[in-house]
């Protein structure tokens, strides 16, 4: 089946607003399987999205339309969508009443001009959104049926997940049920992740689970987008290959699905009883930003200290917390440049003494100061669970 | 003149890369009057290149192209630019020379598949690429000029300014120069911005000055795109218009082009022979994150504390510093939500004293956050400028 994502509005048009929701709808079709074939962008203009719709319409089997749905007078989804289809704008009772409740629950007076939004084209499926005034609805122009959803993000991602996808897969005929599973690493780049994970599709049972890598540094995520005939069928199918993508990723994996490292890390410390104090030179106080802000940290993380004169045991001592992470930095001296390094000293001291762990980064300023701050985190992650702190890493130079 | 951005990859179309290279491409031709009409996006395959080619190439005047231009096979640019063309991949000896010199200066041999990067369609125009292997390229495909540049952001965004954009204004018969002028402001909302610089524009002697913002949290960008006969010219007409939207936006400016607010009160501090301790709570390090790393900050930045029970004065007495900033949070209580937010204090101590101010924010956690770590920076901004720290901000609530 031929997908095409058409994105609509002069702030994307423009690139004032960079177009996240094209990714994102992108990627959330590409774990269902369904591939992207064509995207276009296209400002609040009548004549371009009209001839958008009808091009698009000869190509494609199916079309998200994003954008365009809202009360003003530059939003044109569904007045162009039903010249498009030949037919007038009809009004949805259904969802001008909801509207009207909607706002009618916060006590306030539903603005005239909303009324546009209840408007769509005769013969329209209307698509529930549950969390905003703008409706999406369905129509089909050409040979495509065309799906269109709200530019609000929020409201746009919800949408997707819940009415777009499963309507796609109904129309492209393909059953059953999907689900993604994600291991975030930190260590190894794509390329040996992809030689670590040869052959790992061709574990399961049917040709029905596809691996994929996304690398967000200094983490790379790796995805199994799986299908099975039901919950039961698609859990057996996925649990062996989920077990030996664990096994052969090991010690790298610091998180899986929606955990983060430092989410972990504040788990384990939690799980001991442990307090924590972190010192930092270079990084600056970016390992205390991502642990510090997480919900119940409070009764964990008790002190941060920027400095180049900290050490683990001293600030341990100073804080009166069981557990202190320090890292240090000594960089490179002179401009910026794409060599640019620094040798990182990772120190954890504890109720039964202190490790340390030196590397050397390189990469620019800003990637050195990330990775120094996931491999502080991941050496305390390490330590808490009993692995080695100094396995070597794919972005250490020694 | 209409212009098009076409993009291509399967890294960009999957949604696997945000493709902030169009918005950067746009951005930049709108700030020298040049307007895009139409985006498309299509993958590294053959058919879908020919045809979103010759469908530019009937709707527009110019078109730029991004990607494609790499050695490996799934690289399909400069073939599929020949084909549309009707004519042949031809080599250019001078491109092939240029790459093997590079490889040569940087005593590595150049792999035999780079050559394809110097087979160019005959008759083309060969652009520059001053810091990579992929060599640009300008052809005609129907009515329109393709402009082929490579996916690599930082040579793009060369290209773009020295060789594309050029090209692009003699096409349009678009003659002198141009300057973007740029003032960074916090604490005002872009509709607030607008009304307070109504009939800016107008102050030109001439049509030739556009205004224009761009938000980024909790920043908001003032632009004058402006063109004029010649630099003298252009400095003449722009200096009264600058010196206009300085004085409306007053105290709000916190930098101007290039600077950055953290970079403007290291600059302060530095001038005035000061030392800085910070002190956080929920921002947990995003304050000494800022100033800490900037370059020359080493002899002002002394040291940075996350703790909830810091307060300036003390803090300025144990660092021995010159000057201590601290920002205190009080959290509601509660889940993430939008109309989560803190009351905010900022504390500064120095030699004659301490001020101090409260606000508050709303907008969920991450939203404060971002915007408690802009007003500690701006408070001391202002008190060592001068200026009154407590002047109201849109994003607060009384």
Redesign the interface.
């Known amino acids: 089946m031929k997908v095409e994502i058409l994105c609509t509005g002069d702030e994307i ?8 929701n ?6 959330k079709l ?1 774990e269902v399987g369904l ?9 609040d ?1 009548r004549a ?1 999205l009209l001839a ?1 719709f009808r ?1 698009a319409g000869a190509r494609a089997d199916a079309v998200i339309v994003n954008g365009g749905l809202g009360p003003t007078v530059d939003d044109l989804s569904q007045d162009v969508a039903a010249e498009a289809c030949g037919v007038p704008l009809v009004l949805s009772e259904h969802w001008l009443q909801r509207m009207t409740e909607s706002y009618a629950r916060r006590g306030r007076v539903m603005p005239a001009n909303n009324k546009k939004q209840a408007m769509l084209p005769d013969g329209a499926e209307l698509i529930d959104n549950p969390i905003g005034t703008a409706c999406g609805f369905a129509v089909t122009i050409g040979k495509a049926r065309f799906l269109f959803t709200p530019g609000v993000p929020r409201e746009m991602r919800r949408m997707l997940d819940e009415q777009v996808i499963p309507r796609l897969l109904k129309l492209g005929g393909i059953t059953g049920v999907t689900r993604l599973k994600r291991f975030h690493s930190f260590g190894i780049g794509e390329s040996r992740a992809d030689e670590l994970l040869a052959g790992i599709p061709g574990l399961a049972i049917d040709a029905e689970i596809k691996l994929g890598f ?1 690398a967000h540094f200094p983490e790379l995520e790796t995805k199994l987008a799986a299908r099975g005939a039901s919950e039961a069928a698609l859990a057996a199918k996925l649990a062996p290959v989920e077990a030996e993508v664990r096994r052969r990723l090991g010690n790298f994996v610091v998180a899986e699905d929606e955990q983060s490292l430092e989410g972990v890390v504040l788990e384990k410390l939690k799980a001991g009883g442990h307090t924590l104090a ?1 010192g ?1 030179t ?8 991502r ?3 997480l919900a119940g940290a409070e009764g964990v993380f ?6 180049s004169d900290v050490t683990a045991e001293a600030l341990r001592r100073d804080s009166g917390t069981s557990h202190a992470l320090v890292v240090l930095m000594q960089l490179d001296e002179g401009p910026e440049r794409p060599d640019f390094g620094a040798t990182i000293t990772v120190q954890i001291a504890d109720a039964t003494g202190e490790v340390e762990r030196t590397a050397r980064l390189v990469g620019g ?1 800003d990637w050195v ?1 990330i990775g120094a701050a996931e491999m502080g985190l991941d050496c305390l992650r390490r330590h808490l669970c009993g692995m080695p702190v100094d396995e070597r890493i794919d972005f250490e130079r020694r």
Chains 1, 2 share one sequence.
């Open positions: 048009l423009s690139g004032k607003t960079t177009n996240t094209y990714s994102h709808i992108a990627r590409a591939d992207v074939v064509w995207g276009t962008t296209v400002g203009d371009s958008a091009q996304q972190v930092e270079f990084t600056s106080g970016a390992i205390a930003s642990i510090a802000p008790r002190k941060g200290v920027i400095a300023r100061r």
